[in-house]
């Protein structure tokens, strides 16, 4: 049975190997492994408690039995204001309405904090389709550029 719980501490580096896989997939032939680290050392998931849980956040984990399968987090930007992270499952298990799931969880957790908004950067709209897909589904509007990523398509969505 897949579940969508809090990380725990012994889940951090099955964390980064999911975040690892679904990116080296979706930049297959354009970057490595040791490139991608250059992009993201992900240090926010080495520090999950101070950078999302201390932090009016949450970082939730996609589980089968014991292997993790998924990652989705929300991050604060300001007081009314969060950020969609980190919304990465392995291959198997898209399509199958886990990320809308996962998604409507990390929403609830938005609002019940006070968040108003919530945003998300993604890469590249080419290489991800199916993740802008989802988020159009989900309610997201293109906005202009929020933050310094290397990304190219950001979003924003009001939460109610």
């Known amino acids: ?17 999911v975040v690892i896989a679904v990116c ?24 999950v408690r101070s950078h999302y849980f201390d932090n009016n956040g949450t970082f939730l984990v996609l589980v089968e039995g014991e292997q993790l399968v998924g990652t989705g987090a929300i991050r604060k930007l300001d007081d009314e204001i969060c950020e969609l992270k980190r919304m990465w499952f ?9 990320g809308w ?20 950067d993604l890469a590249n709209e080419e290489r991800q389709p199916e ?6 589904k989900l309610g997201f509007y293109p906005i202009e550029r929020y933050n310094d990523s290397p ?4 979003m924003e969505k009001l939460l109610q």
């Open 151 to 154: 990304c190219c398509v950001f």
């Open 24 to 47: 080296l997939e979706i930049w297959h032939g354009v970057l490595t492994k040791d490139e991608l680290r250059g992009y993201d050392s992900m240090s926010d998931i080495d520090n």
């Open 90 to 98: 392995l291959k198997e298990y898209r399509g199958q309405g886990l």
């Open 1 to 17: 049975m897949v579940e969508i719980k809090p990380i725990k501490q012994y889940q951090i580096e099955q964390a980064k190997q």
């Open 101 to 120: 799931k996962m998604a409507q969880i990390l929403f609830d957790f938005a609002l019940a904090a006070g968040y108003r908004k919530i945003r998300l």
């Open 131 to 136: 993740a802008l897909k989802l988020y159009r």
